[in-house]
């Protein structure tokens, strides 16, 4: 009788299942056509092949991606890290900001589209493995509560969740609000490097310097365009003492910087 209740519960539960991928079907990420459920990652066929996912050879340090030379295990540095060393110990991003991949940030950004979220979480996991598993502490770029209010999410605080769960680390802790915007920003996507850096300039602080003090930090951003934000929240972490900081995005614009 209990293997009969748990087949029927079984076949039940599969039936559920098949009249939900009717009536919601998986459609890819980015064209929105109905894609498999097994489709690669969430998107299409043709969209997998438009986005450029950034691989080695890369900077050890910023995680630019080198335009010539082979894989290696040596721990090369682009001419920018060599110069101005950043105040992050390294940085990845899974893809590169363009005009294909610019669709996937904008609707998750502006569009309220979060279901693609979860997929997001486990692409930047894989890209950040290499430092997931040393951190002590996932956090998210903070957004100005004028900012969030407008926007009702930080999109940022979405995917650094979605990365925790992608993961089995428990040690591993998420805190939501561990830096803070002082003040507003305007946007800073269309501004010259060092505009940004001036526009940032002391606009983050730490919430719990005694939470952070000797940690390893993994921050968590959506875009990294020059690098100014994850190095103004770098420096707020510096200051409260801690002791590494890892930086992950989803996308990296890569013809600036």
């Known amino acids: 009788m209990r293997a009969l ?10 039936a559920a299942i098949g009249l939900v991928d009717t009536i919601l079907p998986h459609r890819c990420l980015s064209c929105r056509i109905t894609v498999d459920k097994g489709a690669a990652a969430g998107l299409c066929a ?38 101005h060393p950043p105040a992050f110990d390294q940085a990845r991003a899974v893809f590169a900001y363009t005009d294909t991949s610019r669709d996937l940030i904008l609707t998750l950004k502006h569009g309220d589209a979060l279901h693609g979220v979860p997929i997001f979480g486990h692409w930047l996991a894989r890209v950040g493995a290499e430092f997931l598993h040393e951190a002590d502490i996932i956090a998210p770029v903070p957004l100005h509560p004028w900012r969030l209010f407008i926007r009702r999410y930080n999109q940022s605080a979405l995917l650094a969740l979605a990365v925790k769960r992608a993961i089995p680390c428990p040690s591993l802790r998420y805190v939501s609000q561990l830096l803070r915007r002082n003040r507003a920003t305007p946007s800073l996507g269309h501004l010259k490097p060092e505009i940004r850096h001036r526009h940032l300039h002391s606009a ?11 940690k390893r930090i993994l921050l ?26 890892n930086v992950l995005s989803l996308a990296r614009v890569l013809r600036s910087e």
């Not at 209740?5 to 599969?14: I, V």
């Not at 995680?63 to 030379?69: L, N």
Request: charged share 20%; glycine share 10%; proline share 4%.
């Open 46 to 83: 043709d969209c997998w092949g438009k986005i450029h996912f950034l691989t080695s050879p890369m900077c050890h340090c910023c995680g630019r991606p080198f335009e010539t030379g082979s894989a290696t295990e040596k721990k090369e540095l682009c001419l920018s890290c060599l110069a």
């Open 204 to 214: 983050i602080t730490v919430t719990q310097p005694l939470l952070v003090k000797g």
């Open 5 to 14: 209740w748990q087949t029927t519960g079984m076949l039940g539960k599969a």
């Open 220 to 245: 968590i951003d959506d875009v990294m365009t020059s690098g100014a934000t994850f190095t103004e929240c770098s420096r707020a972490l510096r200051i409260a003492g801690a002791a590494e900081i």
